[in-house]
């Protein structure tokens, strides 16, 4: 067992900071905000973390503290500025941030040390802490796909107009999604700096992205879990099993990426639902895809409460 | 100086004829196609394979081949890809988030494959593909490459312009730009519509891709993202779906950039699209964000 | 008496389209007001000015005789206005009840843990004064449509709204449907709310309200007592165009 776990530990640990990742990408998308930017939080907070420590010689802790609070701090100040741009406007301007949060990685040398990163990162969270930490960002998530909290965020991602129409205030939602993702975006790079011990800016951009929305896609976008297994399916058991962490990875990643989009809207959480016999009625009484179809590609299906919805008694349609 | 502008129209033609590809996918498909940097790779990589097993074919035939097969390439993955994925998404939102990530996918597909192709090293077509020629001007140098892309993107978006305006497929688009239900009453389906959109958009990487790579003398499997975020800041400028907005502010931003670069460094140069990217959505997203949420009620 | 709500002189202009064009109309506690007019006229609009959906070009919004011209949508729904829309808008993924609870869990009452249980029990009372208790745990797509009109109005109704706009409540509908939503206004009268049925068939309207406005190419016609608006020829030509007016 302690052989196992020293066998894979590394894997293990990239697949925790792999869902971290795609959780940051999922809080955003599942209350309708189309933004990356916690991709390039990221950054921040692996600069942020690793300055302070090594180059500062700080605590862990409070070095991780300090980046979480400017991490807030810097994702309301462009949650506002960023306030009034849509779906993919907002997209863009984010994919651009993180781009952004690259070049300044390599540019800053004095804080980020330019192309070379920063090293001696001290290892102080370990696979542990690291594990603690997904643990507790995916109990909010599961929490906050129940009840209230749920059926607002379902509200939003499906229809805003008709959220504003019921007294959600949609911009403040859209901004406490924004920074949420943005501290779980933190949160990841706090723990890559602290496990790797180095970061550098190959660590950061758009590779990041793509890793990042194919374990989210892969392990489910709507479901809390679908993170944790995009990220123990993409991080561990492909590159431990598979051992193709060199060259074809980008192949495989983007086409099972594909596959699962096309085929399995719900990613690999959903499977579960398929194997629901009520579900199965359900699938069976009501037609399916097209788009506003009923239930086929329908984000957001999976139950989000006790009370999930169930075949409708058969009813004469009058006309 | 003067050379440098010279450079400039040089780069601007580059910067035309991409970003005109990739503002009629997203104003006509409504997708932000983040694949279309790696097709503009793509379209290298099928003229560099077409010069190493058919050496000696003439320029012309190889931009040609190389502009089919990126056309070929954007086709498929609107059918493989794009088309599935609109057809099963709930809503709107829904479908622009997965075709942006079904793009995300299939880019890091053509990148992988064209950096196991050239070993993740850059590769050249061959000097002979098109003899190089300078000219002086004034005073000035022009080569025959550089006349050659500014008559290219002169010629191509010319005939975008016309095609756009006077063809019943163009009409068929701009009605469809304006509203999704629209293509019919052109009788022409929204499915051809969208295909045609996507083998335009795929051509116009591709010979982008070919003559920048003749142009620089080299390509590698990364060179499309600088240019991805480029189009952006000029589709942004332009308007989404404005194809003379597009041409201009592409001229625009290579003189600005070019200026930029020679004044003040690299760095800055680099930085600007993003900073433009984001000041402009900023300033202007009253007029950016046209289509509001409310017009459905 | 003062009006539940108030529009003054109220623009809305998209570009050159000049869709509401100087409105001004007040409505009182308690009636059954309806806003008729062809298609295109600005119905849609109105509403949607009055739920702050639309900024309007010039002009104001009074609420209970406060301004709300500048306050947001979810601001005045948690202030009391309610509304449905032309299109049926019903979340998918979430059961019957769900989408009535939609309708009470943002209001500044249900924050407490007291407030979220009266709130459930309200969707509840709700679910059953529009007859729907029955397919509570149902998912809405698989209901006929005059049916997920009712969960629609059920949601609206949830939150005790003072005032409630409906937008085509009827459009589309079988006569068999249409009755039942008819009756279902007439109760919601007599039980005292404001309301405002938009609707695009005079008839429609006729027995059910009391009091007419009319709209025509974003302007008021006519308003006042229902029979005496509609028989007014200016209207009837608006309607029925050239074409003679049927017994
Ligand atoms: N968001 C909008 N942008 C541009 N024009 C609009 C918008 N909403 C409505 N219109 C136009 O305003 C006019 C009135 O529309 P609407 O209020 O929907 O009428 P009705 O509900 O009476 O059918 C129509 O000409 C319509 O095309
Ligand atoms: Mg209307």
Redesign the pocket.
Known sequence: MIDWFSGNEGYIQGALVAALLAASVQVALRAGVLSFASVGFYGVGAYGTGYLTATQGWGTAPAAAVVVIITVFLSWLLALVLARLRALYLAMATIAFVLLVQIGALAWDSVTGGPLGLFGIPPALGTGGVAVILAGVLAVNALTQRGAVGRRLLLLRKDEALASALGVNVRRQHQIAFVWSAVLGSLAGISQASLLTVFTPENLGFSVMVSALTALVVGGTWHWSGPLIGGVVFSWFLSAYLGFASDYRGVVEGALTVVVLVFLPKGLAGLSELLDPRRLRRAAGTPTGGPGGVSAGVPGGVSTGPDRPVPAPEMGVSS | MTQQLVNAIALGSIYTLFSLGLTLSWGILNVLNLAHGAIFTAGTMFAFLLTEHAAGLPFAVVLAAALVGSALLAVLMEAVAFAPIRARSGNALDAEMRTLIASVAVASIIVTVVGIQSDHQPYALPQSLLERHRYDVLGVHVSNVQILVLVAAIVLSALLVLFVRRSRYGRAMRAVAFDRTAAGMVGISARTLQLAAMALSGALAGVAGVLLAVYLGAADAHMGDSFLLKAFAIIILAGVGSLEGAVFFAYALALVETLVGYYLGGDVRDALAFVLIVVILVLRPQGLAAR?G??RA | MTAVLELRDIK?W??G?K??DGVSLALEPGHLHALV??????????V?TMSRL?TPTAGQVFLDGQDVTAAGPHEVYRRGLARTF?GIRLVEGLTVRENVLLGVQELPAARSRAGRRRAAEAADEALERMDVHHLAQVAPAALPYGVQRRVEIARAVAGAPKILLL??PVAGMSAGERQEISAVLGRLRDDGMTMLL?E?DLRFVLGLSDHLFV?NF?QLLAAGDPAATAALPAVQEAFLGRKHVPA
């Open positions: 509001q409310w017009q | 809305v998209f570009g389209v869709a509401v007019g062809p298609n295109g006229s600005g119905k849609t609009t109105v949607n639309v032309q937008d085509e938009i695009h709209l974003g």
